[in-house]
């Protein structure tokens, strides 16, 4: 092969991959997640969404994170039709509902449960039981900053995230760090992409909280990208196998990276990047009824 001819190889591939990035809307929905059986009773299903790293491109900086091209239409749209449609997030509810509160009709679970609003973050309902952690996670936050100077510390005033993206040499340090101030002082450990997380030993997660709203519900997609989305995942297995007839649709985006890795294992639908799952939501709103038959 000349040159030109290997140039023409990757001048054809390149265009390629440029075309696959904006696919057709029909082809975003596999046969596999029985879109026609959703559409048909869209009004009996739950749609929950974790943020960072699934509706929204993970950043350096946490603070600067928004989200996709297309997320808030989509999400406004899905909300009008679904029985549910929620967020399910490690973020407070405060940052959730900067950058979602636009929506109507969207649920906010922020801190993995933790907190939760039904109004777009103009009220937040707290778990009392982590409220009482507050003195000490501002001790952990204060202290992870003493022992990680440089290193981002985000005290989320219910539980202090150790990130380690911009430095990943950090890691088994911060890994060691949290793991010995979780055992000392009786907090739960969380892992995530590039970050450790030190929060208080109340019994809610993400699975807990799908497993909450979508009681009664004929089916629910999950859409996660990271560890702290394995519960939710488990959660809708769980309402398979107690309630015959339920359906679950389970979807990992851009899983390929660290520990989010894990989560492709257990998907049924895979997504490159956040800013597929508009694209995906809107084939699906298109989606014809067909039977609906479960």
Known sequence: MTKDDEAARDDAASKQRENATEPAAEAMVPAGTNATRTAARLSEYGFFFDFDGTLAPIQQDPQSVQPAVGVLAALSALAARAAVTAVVSAR???????????????RLHGLYGLEYSADGGASVRTSPEAESYVP???RVVADARAAFPGALIEDKRLSCALHFRADPDLEPRIDAWAGARAEADGL????GRMVV???????????AVVLRAAAGLAGAWYFGDDLGDLPAFAALDRLVAERPGFHAVRVAVGVAEGRGAALGGRADLLLDAPPRVPLLLDSLLTEPHGSGAP
Do not use: C, M, N, S
């Not at 739960?188 to 892992?191: A, I, M």
């Open 92 to 106: 407070p509810v405060a940052f959730l509902a900067g950058r979602l509160g636009a929506v109507p009709g969207l």
């Open 136 to 138: 000490l996670i501002a």
């Open 188 to 191: 739960l450990l969380q892992h």
């Open 197 to 207: 997380e030190l929060k208080p030993p109340v019994e809610t997660d993400k699975g």
